[in-house]
């Protein structure tokens, strides 16, 4: 293959989960401006339809698939539904993630509960059915997001710190077993990036101050750059890459 045509995902179809808004769908976006065919998902059937006719606009060949990624069953009936309907997902973007703050003594059960289902649980539910279907055909690529909170802690999200560093090493566990069957998992890192979830940090300037100080780069993330690293994961041009956490925080943890 020709070194210009190494990030080309023309022919390959993927799956991003939590699309409908955010990274998910800035990823999704990126993408398929690099060829691919997207599945759209997240929980919110509205919202994924406007998602679509954004992709649409932009001459994305896209579709929907709405279901929740913490319920295995509906994973399993969706993956299926997705391979039957429209063919083979050659790309995973596990990205379907909440975030739940409060100091850890206060933490509450069903908030514990909620996190780790979808930051955790739903990465097994869903790689591991993708991965069925991927090991048949002896290729396939999965990009789990993780988070500079795999790696550092800040007060009032440790549960989110928990779970974000089991989907760090879970990735390299992913990439353990299905290297062999000619898979590649690797992580994704953001740094702190303007989002919805981070809403109300955005609007929080003590917040941002100490973000700037604290970030080489002195400034939020904007979701369009994490594209370029996660065409790269998607792509044959990271064919011998495995079991990777690439970060994209601007410095934030080279600068301990
Ligand atoms: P948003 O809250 O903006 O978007 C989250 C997306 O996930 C939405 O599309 C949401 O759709 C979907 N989602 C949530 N729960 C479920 C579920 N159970 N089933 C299906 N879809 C679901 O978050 P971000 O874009 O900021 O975050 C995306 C990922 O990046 C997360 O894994 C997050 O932890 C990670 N991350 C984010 C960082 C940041 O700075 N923003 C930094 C590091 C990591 P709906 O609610 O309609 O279902």
Redesign the pocket.
Known sequence: MPAKDLFSLHGRRALV??????????LAKGLGDYGAEIVL????QM??EQSLSRLEKSGIKSCISC?????QSAVLAAVESIEQTHGPIDILI??????RRAPLEDFSRPDWDALM???LN?VFFVGQAVARHMISRQRGKIVN?????SELARPGIAP?TAA?GAVKNLTKGMATDWAKHGLQINGL??????????AALVKDQAFTEWLCKRTPAAR??K?EELIGAAVFLSSDASSFVNGHILTVDGGITASL
């Open positions: 989960t939590g699309s409908s808004r955010g990274i998910g769908f800035a998902n997240g929980r919110d919202a994924l279901f929740d990624v913490t319920d596990n990205n379907a993630g909440i975030q289902a979808t930051n739903a997001i993780c988070s500079v909170q989110y974000k890192a953001p740094g702190y990036f303007e989002t919805e979830m981070n939020w993330g979701v």
